[in-house]
């Protein structure tokens, strides 16, 4: 009963916080699974996104510029990930650590300390909720709202031309070079769309938590790709509506089976642990699947 009791406790804020990686989940999403591109920018466009919005929040800014900024702060961080793979022919895996190393430094010229604390400063959650942010139930509304507007954006832009012409050159770069697209610019242009949302997933958490700090994005690659991988299994079929939602619902329930881990009596620094285990027995679950079928036909 006690496991029980302590699951249900940590289900308001397990799901609040899945609401707020779901941010980046989609950020990571993009690279991997639209453009077939691996990427690491996300744990240098996270904490970025966080220090600016920190930085500027402490110093007065209104809260959408100061949202406003670090996303854009994200997208400068994957396009500079991108015009390294691209211009210098670097492997976007070397040209994301060489990004998000350099970002380490960033963030303390930004914040001018390791961390920022927003404790008495107003946030999304003070000014839509209350003084003290609300609850985790009612943080998970707002979230839940934004991120359908997200979905609901994404979905309506990769329908249109561009968005077309992106998908295509994630599917055959190839194919997409002989009908005239410009491989270059859109590689630029995914990243950097990749890069800002994680960087608002870094801003939003900053506001969550009421602090960042330097190191808040480690694992959060693994975070989002365990997320992703997750959607994909429970969402059936190959449309775009499920590649979407795909990491939304992956890090909700992702979020779900950690508080189901604390409850069992696992440590926080355990969940990193058993993080890793669970994308590495995705990642080889096809394969042990193709080995089951072959051995069953024999």
């Not at 492997?91 to 963030?107: K, Y």
């Not at 309506?156 to 070079?177: C, D, I, K, P, Y």
């Not at 997933?201 to 700090?213: E, F, H, I, R, T």
Request: aromatic letters at 8%; one cysteine or more.
């Amino acid at each position: 009963m006690d496991i029980l009791s302590t699951y249900y406790n940590l289900i308001p804020v397990s799901l609040a916080q899945g609401a707020v990686y779901a941010f980046v989940a989609i950020g990571v999403m993009i690279p991997f699974r639209l453009l077939s591109l691996p990427d690491l920018t996300a744990e240098g466009s996270f904490p970025l996104g966080a220090a600016v919005a920190a930085a500027l929040l402490a110093n007065g800014m209104g809260i959408m510029p100061a949202m406003g900024l670090a996303l854009l702060a994200g997208a400068l961080a994957g396009a500079l990930t991108a015009v390294i793979h691209v211009f210098f022919k670097v492997t976007s895996l070397l040209a994301g650590i060489i990004v998000l190393t350099m970002m380490f430094s960033i963030n303390i010229r930004v914040m001018g300390k390791p961390n920022t604390a927003l404790f008495s400063h107003d946030t999304l959650f003070t000014i839509l909720l209350n003084a003290d942010g609300g609850t985790p139930i009612t943080q998970f509304a707002v979230l839940s709202v934004m991120l359908a507007a997200l979905c609901l954006l994404l979905y309506w832009f990769l329908h249109t031309e561009l968005g077309l012409a992106l998908r295509a050159v994630g599917s055959n770069q190839t194919m997409a070079r002989a009908q005239g697209l410009s491989t270059t610019l859109y590689i630029i242009a995914g990243l950097a769309g990749a890069g800002a949302l994680a960087a608002l997933g870094g801003s939003v958490m900053a506001q969550y938590q009421s602090y960042a700090d330097v190191n808040m994005g480690v694992g959060v690659l693994v975070i989002g790709l365990a997320a992703t991988i997750l959607g994909e299994a429970i969402l059936r079929g190959s449309t775009l509506a499920r590649q979407i939602l795909a990491p939304v619902v992956g890090s909700l329930l992702y979020f779900q089976f950690v508080a189901i881990a604390l409850s069992l009596g696992f440590k926080p620094s355990d969940l990193k642990l058993l993080t890793g285990l669970f994308v590495l027995f995705a990642l080889a679950l096809p394969m042990i699947r193709s080995k089951f079928k072959r051995n069953s036909s024999r």
